[in-house]
């Protein structure tokens, strides 16, 4: 079992090294220099829209670039340091530092004072005309670099990574980032988003917290953690879940996929750090969103696309599923969390990993969507794999 899935990691690493980390992504329909003069937010929708869901891929005949993704080379970074606790071989820790001087590069530090980053590589717009945009630093990409720098680090100790991991920090806990709504605390999106609260944000800005806590004392930045933690379970559903999104004029949007994971994770991640007056609270969050986040999952392995839709099984929730249980396996030593992660894994390489190592965006119920995207579908798979490996090697 175990060889059989160090043969798929292998044949997704070829893959990934032979396209040298550039691909396409299910969101860059306006990645070409035929489409850069539209200035209708819808019809930049409906374009983004249209590439992301057509199983043919028209991105050569639109000209759309393939790109090397900030978000996605952090996730094959931290991937690399997982990879280098299960084996601590040289190869795994030189594509960490490659990948991670390509995230140094790309900071926007020149614009805004301190390392920030943003996810992607094209523009992007949402169907309520929120925005993304390669010079706009985003929560997710800067907190996932956060935590690649960290994680390599704590295996090269040179202080050049850890400074500026920290730099970058006190951008996130900053004016830019931090939004207070009374007695509670999130993260926003981008420092020019106002309108929304989105929950996995203050989900993932928590796990970056916990992990430069793992290295250091802050007790400022253990103070932000805190109050965002708590911020979350108070936010959480009867049912353990998460919404989405809280808009400002208190509208919920609620979109029940990988998300989920998010949350679990930060609050996962958070838990040792957490003083004793809430550490029960947290527990008891973590516990009641595991009991939901399981429903999001058939016995098989194979998950709801938003649930409860079923189909199509999108490889992000997949790796996702793989993550979290393989997580909640190390944090909590219970081995039926890894047999599932397990399970989730060898389903997917199953049903979705192609002949030539890449993974499939999506199944359907009668065909399935394989584009080989390079953040969505290789990205976290390879740092699910990553995590799971390393998980099992802690299992007796």
Not at 172 to 198: A, C, H, Q, W
Not at 199 to 227: C, F, V
Request: glycine share 4%; with cysteine; proline share 4%.
């Amino acid at each position: 079992m175990k060889d059989r899935i160090i043969q798929s990691l292998n044949n997704l690493l070829y893959w990934v090294r032979e396209n040298k980390y550039y691909g396409y992504d299910p969101y860059d329909g306006l990645n070409s220099n035929l489409f850069k003069n539209i200035r209708n937010p819808y019809l930049a929708f409906l374009l983004i829209q249209f590439n992301k869901y057509c199983p043919i891929n028209f991105r050569p005949l639109f000209r759309i670039k393939k790109g090397i993704d900030i978000k996605g080379t952090a996730l094959f970074t931290i991937g690399y340091t997982y990879l280098h606790d299960f084996l601590p071989y040289d190869v795994f820790l030189d594509e960490a530092k490659n990948c991670l001087e390509i995230i140094i590069k790309k900071s926007l530090i020149s614009k805004y004072g301190h390392h920030c980053w943003a996810s992607h590589y094209y523009p992007y717009v949402a169907v309520d005309k929120s925005i993304l945009d390669p010079m706009i630093p985003d929560i997710i990409a800067t907190t996932r670099a956060i935590i690649s720098l960290i994680r390599v680090y704590s295996i090269l100790r040179e202080e050049r990574i850890k400074n500026i991991a920290l730099n970058a920090a006190k951008f996130i806990t900053s004016i830019n980032f931090v939004l207070r709504k009374g007695s509670m605390l999130f993260f926003k999106y981008t420092p020019l988003e106002d309108r929304k609260i989105i929950l996995n944000a203050s989900a993932q800005a928590l796990e970056a917290i916990a992990t430069i806590l793992s290295i250091m004392k802050d007790d400022e930045l253990r103070s932000i953690g805190e109050n965002s933690a708590i911020s979350l379970i108070k936010l959480q559903n009867d049912d353990g879940s998460w919404d989405y999104s809280i808009y400002e004029n208190g509208r919920r949007y609620r979109q029940l996929d990988f998300h989920q994971g998010y949350m679990i994770d930060g609050l996962l991640a958070f838990l040792p750090f957490a003083s004793s007056d809430i550490r029960d609270d947290i527990k008891y969050a973590i516990e009641s969103g595991v009991k939901f986040y399981r429903k999001m999952f058939l016995p098989n392995g194979q998950s709801f696309y938003r649930y409860p839709k079923l189909y199509p099984t999108d490889i992000h929730n997949q790796a996702q599923g793989i993550i979290t249980f393989s997580k909640l396996f190390c944090e909590l030593n219970e081995e039926e969390h890894l047999r599932f992660a397990q399970r989730i894994l060898l389903w997917t390489i199953e049903n979705m990993q192609d002949p030539m190592g890449f993974f499939y965006y999506q199944n359907y119920r009668f065909f399935k969507n394989k584009i080989p995207y390079m953040r969505w579908g290789q990205a976290w798979m390879m740092l699910a794999m990553a995590i799971f490996l390393s998980s099992a090697r802690r299992s007796k």
